[in-house]
């Protein structure tokens, strides 16, 4: 059984950062592709960011500019850094992890299907 929790979430005005954490946990010490996804009120759930066990990350195209996303796995922790925070940034962000078998140490999933455990999600609130 894998835990996922995230934190760091919370309100931001328009322009500002903020870094969400996650932590994977396991009674293994074995590295899990992690991700971030979020979803905004009436809005389907979409990809923000992930990274294979090794550290390749894979960021959405339209957030390269100001999203990044990296990993400590002597912590277990995955961390999604966001610069120039816009109001349409506003979501419950959520974690999730994939099985570590599921495609190699190079992969960095980027469906929501590809991911078995997932956090409660943080609030993130970007006011203009």
């Known amino acids: 059984q894998v835990q996922v929790v995230e934190s760091g979430g919370g309100s931001v005005e328009a322009g500002g950062s903020l870094t969400l954490s996650c932590e994977a946990s396991?009674?293994?010490?074995?590295?899990?592709?992690l991700g971030w996804f979020r979803q905004a009120p009436a809005k389907d759930r979409e990809f923000v960011a992930s990274i294979a066990q090794n550290g390749l990350p894979y960021v959405k195209y339209s957030m390269q500019d100001r999203v990044t996303i990296f990993r400590d796995n002597a912590k277990n922790t995955v961390y999604l850094q966001m610069n120039r925070l816009m109001p349409e940034d506003t979501a419950i962000y959520s974690c999730?992890?994939?099985?570590?078998?599921?495609?190699?140490?190079?992969?960095?999933?980027?469906?929501?299907?590809?991911?078995?455990?997932w956090g409660q999600g943080t609030q993130v609130t970007v006011s203009s």
């Open positions: 999730a992890a994939s099985d570590p078998d599921y495609a190699g140490p190079n992969y960095a999933p980027p469906a929501p299907y590809e991911f078995t455990y």
């Open positions: 396991s009674r293994t010490s074995v590295a899990y592709p």
